[in-house]
């Protein structure tokens, strides 16, 4: 049994055979897995190694937590380090185990079947629970935060520049007529009033989308990662990204053209990384996942 099976029947690591091939893993290397979620990567990166070191970091503690109890029962605890912490931590995440540059770096900016799934988390839309959607539950602003209190305009803003959500400005007037908003089932109930659905997908979907990207400053995270990552690789070194969104991707995609034409390594995905027809059929979530991968040299 190889370790995506070993994490258990709904988490399936996006892309798994594609990361590793990327990362290009040494036995004797380290590596980091910014985006731990349940352990699927981890643990797939770990088991190739053996004296070297994979340092796992989320900002979700609860996955972390989740992460550390599935990766231990593959490969055990000394090959992998765990540390809680955005992207923007990673500096500190190195300095902590006592490493100055790593071989190689993934980031998966996937949001986890376990916090979709699970409503107190209040990320989802099918699953009633409290607006909340913080991936670091230790941090003040929640999404009840944002909903309840923007101006309609910046509320509409927001919306359409996070969810590229055409429809934004009536989504927005809606949901300020309607507060106080206290959970994600009114939340999407308010959305499908105003804008009803007209084809398979809630038409609160890019709402919530917006929501969490704001609560979570997950941009500018992404943002400060592809400034820190490449000062941190070896030569050699590689950092694998996988994203879901277009505007993610566009963002993954300048920066490593910026760092190309700088001379400060190369691109390997020379046209971006898909799943396979296989993948998707086992796991719809991976359908808009996209893996891109940079080299320093």
Known sequence: MDAAQQQGPWHYPVLLKESLEYLAIRPDGVYVDLT??????????????????LIACDRDAESLEMARRNTAALVGSNRIRFFHGAFSKMPEALATNGVEAVDGVLADLGVSRYQLSS?????????????????????????????????EKDLADLIYQFGEERRSRRISRAIVRARPIPTTGRLAQVVEQAVPRTGRIHPATQTFMA???????????????????????????????????????RKVKQAFQSMAREGRGRILTKHVV????????????????????????
């Open 36 to 53: 731990a979620g349940l352990g699927g990567h981890a643990g797939a990166i770990a088991a190739q190694l053996t004296s070297g070191l």
């Open 119 to 151: 409503g107190e988390r209040g990320f989802s839309l099918m699953e009633d629970g409290p607006l909340d959607m913080r991936m670091d539950r230790s941090q003040d602003l929640t999404a009840a935060d944002l909903v309840n209190e923007l101006s």
């Open 211 to 249: 929501l969490r990207l704001k609560v979570n400053e997950e941009f500018d995270e992404l943002e400060k990662m592809l400034r820190i990552v490449p000062e941190r690789l070896r030569t050699g070194g590689r950092l694998v990204v996988l994203t879901f969104m277009s505007a993610e991707d």
């Open 274 to 297: 898909k799943p396979t027809e296989a993948e998707v059929s086992e796991n719809a979530a991976s359908r808009s996942s996209k893996l891109r991968a940079f080299e320093r040299v």
